[in-house]
């Protein structure tokens, strides 16, 4: 996921979360972890790991989905960009610019370099095209989806969209969005696949509007033959820690330490035992019963492997 400048000054996350191009990407949950305490040290409530792990989630297979489209329609990106320059004129640039400033890669963030110079680089970094200033354009549709993600409330501020007033940010999405919904639709031709590239990303969010696990499940059953095994895997396995944080709170993530616990009483009928006695066997003298909890026979048998 892409956030905004103004968030990384805020809770002054550590370089290393961070990707070249600017992306925080959790290679598991203990990173979410981590990134989530730096949060909680400025927020009255804590920030739930899990929730954070499943948006990086959802970002990046948004970018898997359209790297699949990009692919299928290979000019389109770039009829995008001719029509966002005809209609913005130098409008156009400097939406770029103040887009690149205010959710910057790591030069820019670190000052190394310009908004206006990096993305006037020339590199292969996407299938969409072979403009850096490419990337930008992908990104405002991602952000501008985050921000009317009802899911992502909470979170909102990573990615505030607001830092861009002052530019023709509206503008731009807006010509963007009604370009992309006159276009072929993804998967034309498969049945239940005839979604716009501006379908496409509203599709989750309508599906599950208030739920992170929701939306990743819709993905997932919608469209997880296109994301690969590997990222199918990790998209199973957030939804995992999802519900998990689900059944120990009953209502979704929360702080476990704050959490009321209630004690479970077994009594009443349901529950009634009744004497049963065996047969005594002429083995049973000899019996010897050891209970051992689990961890301390882990713990032991480390000791013992060990040496």
């Not at 790991?49 to 948006?55: F, G, Q, R, S």
């Not at 963030?109 to 292969?124: C, D, H, I, N, W």
């Not at 895997?233 to 929360?254: A, M, N, Q, S």
């Not at 529950?271 to 032991?300: F, G």
Request: aromatic share 12%.
């Amino acid at each position: 996921m892409l956030i905004t400048r103004a968030s990384r000054l805020k809770y002054n996350f550590s370089v290393d979360f961070f990707r070249p191009d600017g992306h925080v990407i959790f290679s598991d949950l203990a990173a979410a972890r981590a990134f989530a305490t730096q949060m909680s040290a400025l927020r009255p409530e804590p920030v739930s790991a899990t929730d954070l792990y499943a948006l990086s989630l959802l970002d990046e297979a948004y970018h898997i989905l359209f790297k699949h489209f990009y692919s299928r329609y290979t000019g389109v990106m770039g009829r995008a960009m001719g029509l966002l320059q005809s209609s913005l004129g130098s409008k156009y640039d400097l939406t770029l610019s103040k887009f690149t400033e205010e959710f910057p890669p790591l030069s820019v963030f670190r000052g190394e370099t310009t908004a206006g110079v990096y993305l006037s680089t020339k590199a292969p970094v996407s299938v969409i095209s072979d403009a850096v200033c490419a990337q930008p354009i992908e990104e405002m549709l991602l952000v501008n989806n985050s921000n009317n993600n009802p899911a992502l409330n909470r979170y909102k501020d990573l990615f505030d969209e607001s830092v861009m007033k002052g530019s023709a940010y509206k503008e731009f999405l807006q010509s963007l969005l009604t370009f992309y919904s006159r276009q072929p639709g993804f998967g034309s031709g498969e049945a239940g696949l005839g979604e716009t590239l501006t379908e496409l990303l509203q599709a989750p969010i309508k599906a599950s509007p208030d739920s992170l696990e929701g939306q990743l499940r819709f993905i997932i059953e919608k469209w997880g033959y296109l994301l690969g095994e590997t990222f199918s895997i990790h998209v199973l396995r957030g939804l995992d820690y999802l519900r998990e944080d689900i059944i120990r709170t009953g209502h979704g993530p929360i702080d476990s330490q704050k959490a009321e616990t209630h004690v479970p009483t077994f009594g009443g009928h349901e529950y009634a035992e009744y004497e049963r006695y065996s047969m005594d066997k002429e083995w049973m003298p000899r019996l010897v019963l050891l209970a051992k909890n689990t961890y301390v026979w882990l713990a032991q048998l480390s000791k013992k492997i060990s040496t």
